[in-house]
């Protein structure tokens, strides 16, 4: 790259910023508007809906390109990146993909001689979530990412030991995402679900088996509480039998609000919470527990290695639904306990997780994808 030109990046992946999804979308906004301070010319990729021709605008400083697709659900997410890359081997920025989902098609990429760095997200086929065509598709486009991914990204170490069963750990970076710190919150933000100050737990997760939510559930209305649970997300009992399992379950202290997006919201209820409850049991870095660590949330977390490095010593884990029910008996009993994890979470969040730290890490990294040294 000659001295006097922008380094640039196209972002692909992702259904597009401003961020209004989930934990890619997030990050890639940070990123991109970091990037752009630091003098980046930095292109993301963003997915509509309907049949018009694909435009391009400014948003902050980040050119958007605009893909319209007439399918929905993982079709037209399939159609799209597609589109995305066609168009983005037109252009000689480095690339930045999230996710291995349609890696084939980062052959394309890889033949057009430009630099693709892969976020890899996590092991997909092992989630049982999945039919056995998908879990296919996905075991198939994580070997394909690796092999035709310039390098790779890893958000959690053990993600990272994964990786180097298919590829040189050279070719391999770690870098978890990241959160905004969440040092005060409006308490009056609780009042619409009837909400004291510390007096609930709460759960934010996908209704899924693999996310320990009908456990925990369980574990809650095991014993009477002083307290409620709040279970956030969407919930369809009509439609899905696990989720009608779990409300089943529920006794009247247990809250469903349904799914909250609105980051205010979000912020208070991670403040003020008693315990934050995680139960995923697979994955990588969950940005969602990240984001309770930020917010200084204590932290009950199902107990593995995922979880282990991302919530750290000073959180408490569960392995089964009685274990579950017992930490909740005794962090609901002892303030003094609660306290001490509340600032463990905070540490835990300054130590790996800061915006700072972590899109420091990125341009280091795609910089060397720039420059020809990945």
């Given at each position: 790259?000659?001295?006097?030109?922008?380094?640039?990046?196209?972002?692909?992946?992702?259904?597009?910023?401003?961020?209004?999804?989930?934990?890619?979308?997030?990050?890639?906004?940070?990123?991109?508007?970091?990037?752009v301070g630091k003098g980046w010319k930095v292109r993301?990729?963003?997915?509509?809906?309907?049949?018009?021709?694909?435009?391009?605008?400014?948003?902050?400083?980040?050119?958007?390109?605009?893909?319209?697709?007439?399918?929905?659900?993982s079709i037209g997410t399939i159609i799209f990146d597609w589109l995305s890359i066609c168009h983005s081997i037109r252009n000689p920025a480095t690339k930045l993909t999230l996710g291995y989902n349609t890696?084939?098609?980062?052959?394309?990429?890889?033949?057009?001689?430009?630099?693709?760095?892969?976020?890899?997200?996590?092991i997909e086929w092992r989630r049982g979530k999945w039919s056995r065509p998908v879990q296919a598709w996905f075991y198939v486009n994580e070997r394909i990412g690796c092999l035709v991914g310039n390098h790779l990204v890893a958000d959690h170490p053990e993600i990272e030991n994964h990786l180097a069963t298919r590829v040189d750990r050279t070719k391999i970076t770690m870098i978890p995402y990241g959160a905004d710190p969440v040092e005060s919150a409006r308490v009056e933000v609780l009042q619409q679900f009837g909400l004291p100050a510390d007096g609930y737990a709460i759960i934010i997760a996908r209704p899924e088996p693999e996310n320990s939510i009908l456990e925990i559930v369980q574990a809650f209305c095991r014993s009477p509480r002083q307290h409620k649970l709040v279970v956030l997300g969407t919930y369809r009992p009509e439609e899905n039998s696990y989720h009608k399992k779990?409300?089943?379950?529920?006794?009247?202290?247990?809250?469903?609000?349904?799914?909250?997006?609105?980051?205010?919201?979000?912020?208070?209820?991670?403040?003020f919470a008693r315990v934050y409850i995680h139960g995923h049991q697979v994955g990588g870095t969950n940005p969602s527990l990240v984001e309770a660590l930020a917010?200084?949330?204590?932290?009950?977390?199902?107990?593995?290695?995922y979880n282990r490095w991302v919530a750290g010593d000073g959180a408490e884990f569960f392995s089964s639904m009685e274990d579950c029910a017992e930490k909740l008996t005794a962090l609901f009993g002892d303030d003094a306990k609660t306290t001490q994890m509340k600032q463990a979470s905070r540490d835990q969040y300054q130590l790996r997780f800061t915006w700072e730290t972590v899109l420091s890490r990125y341009e280091e990294l795609l910089l060397k994808g720039v420059n020809g040294r990945l």
């Open positions: 790259m000659p001295d006097n030109e922008s380094p640039s990046l196209d972002i692909l992946g992702l259904r597009g910023i401003p961020a209004k999804h989930g934990g890619f979308e997030t990050f890639a906004e940070h990123l991109a508007l970091y990037l993301v990729y963003c997915q509509e809906q309907g049949e018009e021709k694909s435009y391009e605008d400014t948003w902050n400083g980040v050119q958007l390109v605009h893909i319209p697709v007439r399918q929905g659900g890696a084939v098609f980062n052959i394309v990429t890889r033949l057009a001689g430009k630099t693709n760095l892969i976020n890899m997200d996590g779990i409300q089943d379950t529920a006794n009247p202290d247990v809250i469903f609000p349904g799914a909250i997006y609105e980051k205010e919201t979000l912020n208070a209820l991670r403040y917010a200084g949330s204590p932290v009950l977390a199902h107990d593995n290695k």
